[in-house]
């Protein structure tokens, strides 16, 4: 089944997985693991580390009801995407210092063309 067949339908499964569970609020299958771990999202059963998460259905759609909640859940997402730019920037900044092996050339030399190509 896919989303959009998911969405169409009457009446959803009293359980969902993390994939459907995201589908109901329009996320990604990691954004629910995240608020997961967060514990913002409660998983049936307390599941251990590594093991397939199902949610209740009837407790999303309460969740959906709730402002407050959904307002933190947005922010818990939004500042988990700031950190994962953060990092990306800090990787290209390292790699742009000379720390992933001296792409730069040295000050002061000549850069040679690549093979086939021309100087500008």
């Not at 009446?11 to 569970?21: G, Q, Y």
């Amino acid at each position: 089944m896919d989303e959009f067949q998911f969405l169409n339908l009457r009446t959803k499964p009293l359980i969902l997985d993390a994939e459907k569970a995201g589908w109901l609020y329009g996320w990604s299958r990691e954004d629910v693991l995240l608020l997961c771990r967060r514990g913002h999202m409660p998983a049936l059963a307390n599941p251990p580390p590594g093991a397939q998460r199902y949610f209740s259905t009837k407790h999303l759609l309460s969740l959906s009801d709730d402002e407050k909640w959904l307002r933190k859940a947005i922010i818990l997402l939004r500042e988990n995407i700031a950190a994962k730019n953060q990092a990306a920037l800090r990787k290209l900044e390292e790699a742009g210092n000379g720390a992933s092996g001296g792409e730069q050339p040295a000050p002061g030399s000549k850069r040679r063309p690549a093979k086939g190509g021309r100087h500008a």
